[in-house]
């Protein structure tokens, strides 16, 4: 078999964790398996492309995505479908108002041992020990119950009855809100927010993808969905988007914008200091030269430019920047003042 095709049939080896072969080659790699994914996910999900990719970019930066769009628009078989696809562990929680922090996490029982005649406890793990977690309709549970995400979406491991779990790798968080409903539910706190590195809005299909969503849901069609990526491949192309080097120049673009939309600084755009409570955090930062890391890569490119950075300035700020009563009353949204900031 020639050289150009062992990359499409398996990983470039790895010696204790490690790549034995350059990470040229896995660049290469991850492409080809790229684009497998894509395949397998398009024979469930019609259209959503650019949805796709994002999620895509956050499982590879070890980030968590917040999924807002209007029921029905296949949000949940999405996330699935990708769960099928990379051959991991999936559990969905239906966040409502009389859910428990337990409920997420697990609880500990008392258990009898038939053979002694003692009792002890067990801790039996809730639906968080999974690799890809949904949390369906995430406001519509108290915030103590919401909590209960924070310790695992950052150290992924969990707190119960004193003792510490370590949640399996790759682990990976991707609720769901709907934006047309209101009633009964808890707006996020913006500390919680802030763990979810992209904030994703889907949009309804176009005329041409609803026909074939009817055509393929209302038939026979039943898909055989076929594994395109492996859990230690997954961490291993995790590893592979750290070890990206990025360039002084794209780096101090990406401070700068972020510095930039924070309202009072001494490089702040007027418009900044007219509609925005607050601006974005470092964490912001993090994630957008993270998300430029992978966009890079999944191009097939071994660095990352300014335009990466822009690609992914949207879901990385769309939920950090706070806008005041001026944007309401002018009609300004926040995807508006992003827009501004990168034209600026």
Same mark, same amino acid.
């Given at each position: 078999?020639?050289?150009?095709?062992?990359?499409? *049939?398996?990983?470039?080896?790895?010696?204790?964790?490690?790549?034995?072969?350059?990470?040229?080659?896995?660049?290469?790699?991850?492409?080809?398996?790229?684009?497998?994914?894509? *395949?397998?996910?398009?024979?469930?999900?019609?259209?959503?492309?650019?949805?796709?990719?994002?999620?895509?970019?956050?499982?590879?930066?070890?980030?968590?995505?917040?999924?807002?769009?209007?029921?029905?628009?296949?949000?949940?078989?999405?996330?699935?479908?990708?769960?099928?696809?990379?051959?991991?562990?999936?559990?969905?929680?239906?966040?409502?108002?009389?859910?428990?922090? *337990?409920?997420?996490?697990?609880?500990?029982?008392?258990?009898?041992?038939?053979?002694?005649?003692?009792? *002890?406890?067990?801790?039996?793990?809730?639906?968080?020990?999974?690799?890809?977690?949904?949390? @369906?309709?995430?406001?519509?549970?108290?915030?103590?119950?919401?909590?209960?995400?924070?310790?695992?979406?950052?150290?992924?491991?969990?707190?119960?009855?004193?003792?510490?779990?370590?949640?399996?790798?790759?682990?990976?968080?991707?609720?769901?809100?709907?934006?047309?409903?209101?009633?009964?539910?808890?707006?996020?706190?913006?500390?919680?927010? @802030?763990?979810?590195?992209?904030?994703?809005?889907?949009?309804?299909?176009?005329?041409?993808?609803?026909?074939?969503?009817?055509?393929?849901?209302?038939?026979?069609?039943?898909?055989?969905?076929?594994?395109?990526?492996?859990?230690?491949?997954?961490?291993?192309?995790? @590893?592979?988007?750290?070890?990206?080097?990025?360039?002084?120049?794209?780096?101090?673009?990406?401070?700068?914008?972020?510095?930039?939309?924070?309202?009072?600084?001494?490089?702040?755009?007027?418009?900044?200091?007219?509609?925005?409570?607050?601006?974005?955090?470092?964490?912001?930062?993090?994630?957008?030269?993270?998300?430029?890391?992978?966009?890079?890569?999944l191009s097939g490119r071994f660095s990352p430019e300014i335009e990466d950075v822009k690609k992914v300035a949207k879901p990385v700020l769309r939920h950090r920047l706070i806008t005041?009563?001026?944007?309401?009353?002018?009609?300004?949204?926040?995807?508006?003042?992003?827009?501004?900031?990168?034209?600026?």
């Amino acid at each position: 078999m020639e050289e150009s095709k062992t990359v499409t *049939s398996k990983a470039p080896e790895h010696v204790n964790g490690k790549a034995s072969q350059n990470d040229v080659e896995l660049v290469k790699y991850l492409n080809v398996k790229y684009n497998e994914l894509r *395949s397998e996910v398009a024979k469930v999900i019609v259209g959503q492309e650019a949805i796709i990719d994002q999620i895509i970019i956050a499982i590879l930066s070890r980030g968590h995505c917040l999924l807002v769009g209007v029921p029905g628009l296949a949000k949940t078989l999405l996330v699935k479908t990708l769960a099928d696809a990379l051959e991991l562990k999936f559990s969905r929680i239906q966040f409502t108002p009389d859910l428990m922090p *337990s409920d997420i996490v697990g609880t500990e029982i008392l258990e009898d041992n038939l053979s002694t005649g003692s009792k *002890s406890f067990k801790f039996i793990h809730g639906p968080v020990f999974a690799n890809m977690v949904l949390a @369906d309709e995430i406001n519509r549970t108290p915030p103590k119950t919401q909590s209960a995400l924070l310790e695992a979406m950052q150290e992924h491991r969990v707190t119960a009855a004193g003792n510490t779990y370590t949640l399996d790798e790759p682990f990976f968080v991707l609720a769901t809100q709907n934006p047309i409903e209101h009633e009964g539910t808890y707006p996020l706190p913006e500390a919680q927010l @802030d763990r979810f590195m992209f904030n994703i809005w889907l949009d309804y299909p176009s005329i041409s993808e609803e026909m074939d969503i009817i055509k393929l849901t209302t038939s026979m069609y039943k898909p055989k969905l076929n594994i395109a990526l492996k859990k230690d491949e997954i961490i291993m192309l995790q @590893d592979l988007v750290r070890r990206v080097p990025v360039a002084d120049n794209v780096i101090d673009y990406t401070v700068n914008l972020v510095n930039r939309s924070r309202p009072g600084g001494a490089n702040t755009p007027k418009f900044i200091n007219d509609w925005l409570e607050w601006g974005a955090g470092p964490r912001a930062s993090q994630y957008l030269v993270l998300g430029a890391k992978t966009n890079a890569i999944l191009s097939g490119r071994f660095s990352p430019e300014i335009e990466d950075v822009k690609k992914v300035a949207k879901p990385v700020l769309r939920h950090r920047l706070i806008t005041n009563f001026n944007a309401e009353a002018d009609g300004i949204k926040t995807t508006d003042i992003i827009e501004k900031l990168i034209a600026g």
